[in-house]
C-alpha cells in the first residue's frame, strides 16, 4: 500500500524527471475532482440504501460510462489529431 501511495504522489509531480518540488496543477485537479466525484457516489449509494429507493441507479450509472467515455474520446481524438499536424508538418518539411 505505501508503494502504491508512493507511486501516486511522484506522478502527480512534473512529468520531467529533473524538477524539484512542484506538482503539476492539471494533475492535482483531476485527482481532486475524482476524489470529490468518489465521495459524492459514496454518499448517494448511503442513501439509496438506508432509504430503500435505487430508482436513479440506471441514470446514474449512464452519466459516469458516458463522462468515462467522453474522456476516453476525446484522448483518443487528441492523439489522432497531433498525428495528422505531424505528417503535415513533414510532409510540408519534405517539398
Given at each position: 500500500?505505501?508503494?502504491i501511495?508512493?507511486?501516486?504522489k511522484?506522478?502527480?509531480?512534473?512529468?520531467?524527471?529533473?524538477?524539484k518540488?512542484?506538482y503539476?496543477?492539471?494533475?492535482?485537479?483531476?485527482a481532486?475532482?475524482i476524489l470529490m466525484?468518489?465521495i459524492a457516489?459514496?454518499?448517494?449509494?448511503k442513501?439509496?440504501?438506508?432509504?430503500?429507493?435505487?430508482?436513479l441507479?440506471?441514470?446514474?450509472?449512464?452519466?459516469?460510462?458516458?463522462f468515462?467515455?467522453?474522456l476516453?474520446?476525446?484522448?483518443?481524438?487528441?492523439?489522432?489529431?497531433?498525428?495528422?499536424?505531424n505528417?503535415?508538418h513533414?510532409n510540408?518539411?519534405?517539398?
Open positions: 500500500m505505501k508503494k501511495l508512493n507511486d501516486f511522484n506522478n502527480l509531480s512534473g512529468s520531467f524527471k529533473f524538477e518540488g512542484g503539476s496543477a492539471r494533475k492535482l485537479t483531476s481532486t475532482i466525484v468518489v457516489h459514496i454518499i448517494w449509494l442513501h439509496c440504501f438506508v432509504h430503500e429507493d435505487f430508482s441507479l440506471s441514470e446514474v450509472l449512464i452519466i459516469d460510462y458516458g468515462v467515455a467522453a476516453l474520446g476525446m484522448t483518443t481524438f487528441s492523439q489522432n489529431m497531433q498525428e495528422k499536424i505528417k503535415n513533414e510540408k518539411e519534405n517539398i
